[in-house]
């Protein structure tokens, strides 16, 4: 009788999960507007976006790999991503916008050096010793915009409501973005009589806060390789001019 009656319950839960499987699912703008999930089509949608891989800082004759090392500085994006149909056609362009936190680091090559500032002015400078680690790292909003191209699935629920979906299409986007950086970090890490130090200088930096560049993405519906470049220094009126350059991997969904 216990095995029939957990039997009978089991299923019962499965019927329940299968009615509910094919009801579309909420949207962060679901939040603020109810109205949404009368609409059957809604022309902005709202998606997770994970988006990290290497980050170099070039200019100055300085190449990938010459000032910071390829393995050891890379960037972690995460936050929101909107994606509004430019009409309601089924493979029109999209708009995609959104805002994320990221963080940056750029591993110093030969741990022999750090960034300092004297006069007002920050400098790629020698530290005077062989560190085990050196690093500088910052942390920020990111605002990313593109205009993106290709078709995407959309999906109808039981419940009459139509969604993007999981599909294997191509899309690409280009565009840009704009960025507030709100804290810069310079860690050294070292051993000094037996001991393991570690010092971080915390905003103590010439930089140029606000920040913008070049971006674009290619690749299957929520999985994309992304690339950036940016078009203003890392630093304020320093004799180091160089620019960020990320090239990494985009999940959304």
């Known amino acids: 009788m216990l095995f029939t009656s957990l039997s009978f319950a089991q299923e019962s839960s499965d019927d329940d999960c299968d009615c509910d499987k094919n ?3 909420y949207d ?3 939040i603020f507007d109810s109205s949404r999930r009368d609409k059957q089509d809604v022309m902005t949608q709202t998606e997770f976006l994970l988006n990290f891989g290497f980050n170099q800082a070039l200019g100055d004759g300085n190449g990938i790999g010459d000032d910071y090392r390829f393995w050891g500085s890379g960037y972690f994006d995460v936050g929101l991503e909107f994606s509004t ?3 309601k056609a089924e493979n029109t362009p999209r708009l995609t916008y959104g805002l994320s936190l990221r963080y940056s680091t750029l591993r110093i ?3 022999d050096r750090e960034f300092a500032t004297f006069d007002n002015v920050t ?3 020698p530290l005077g010793f062989e560190a085990d680690r050196s690093s500088f790292q910052q942390i920020g909003l990111h605002v990313p915009l593109h205009l993106e191209f290709g078709k995407r699935e959309v999906q ?3 419940d009459g409501i139509k969604r993007f979906g999981e599909g294997n299409n191509f899309v690409f986007g280009i565009g840009g973005y704009l960025g507030l950086t709100t804290r810069s970090i310079q860690r050294l890490e070292f051993e000094r009589e037996g001991r393991d130090i570690t010092t971080t200088v915390e905003d103590d930096f010439e930089i140029n806060n606000f920040n913008y560049g070049l971006s674009a993405y290619a690749g299957y519906e929520d999985l994309q390789l992304y690339f950036s470049y940016g078009l203003n220094n890392i630093l304020k009126d320093s004799p180091l001019e ?3 350059v990320t090239l990494g991997i985009r999940l959304r969904g």
Request: aromatic share 14%; proline share 5%.
């Open 23 to 25: 009801r579309a699912p």
């Open 28 to 30: 962060f703008l679901d």
């Open 85 to 87: 149909k430019l009409s």
């Open 109 to 111: 090559s030969g741990d």
């Open 123 to 125: 400098d790629l400078v």
């Open 156 to 158: 109808e629920y039981d």
């Open 242 to 244: 160089q620019n960020y």
